[in-house]
């Protein structure tokens, strides 16, 4: 049975950093592609970063690059996102997902991140 695990959320305040961790079971890790999104309140859940099943390649929205780094360990199965320079504009909750093809398409069930003073 796939799970997807996300921890690492929490209450940081505005400049600081957290790293979400997100790990993986019941499926070939390495043979998928793996990405961080995020919903914020009243809004639609988006795309913040996601990288190749091989870490080759990543690809981040406009408005973390610079300051998130996703990357994984194929080994532990697992796929971190690095949040730096945090913004109250990044509260939200954010989810794990892994994806090989239309029909192997996996959810964690998310962490929140919460950016205030």
């Known amino acids: 049975q796939v799970h997807l695990v996300e921890s690492g959320g929490g209450l940081v305040q505005p400049g600081g950093s957290l790293r979400l961790s997100c790990a993986a079971s019941?499926?070939?890790?390495?043979?998928?592609?793996m990405g961080w999104y995020r919903q914020a309140p009243g809004k639609e859940r988006e795309l913040v970063a996601d990288?190749?099943?091989?870490?080759?390649?990543?690809n981040y929205a406009d408005s973390v690059k610079g300051r998130f780094t996703i990357s994984r360990d194929n080994s532990r199965k697992t796929v971190y996102l690095q949040m730096n320079s945090l913004k109250p504009e990044d509260t939200a909750v954010y989810y794990c997902n892994a994806i090989r093809n239309l029909y192997e398409n996996y959810w964690g069930k998310g962490t929140l991140v919460t950016v205030s003073s």
């Open positions: 990288i190749f099943s091989t870490g080759s390649r990543t």
């Open positions: 019941g499926f070939t890790f390495s043979s998928y592609a």
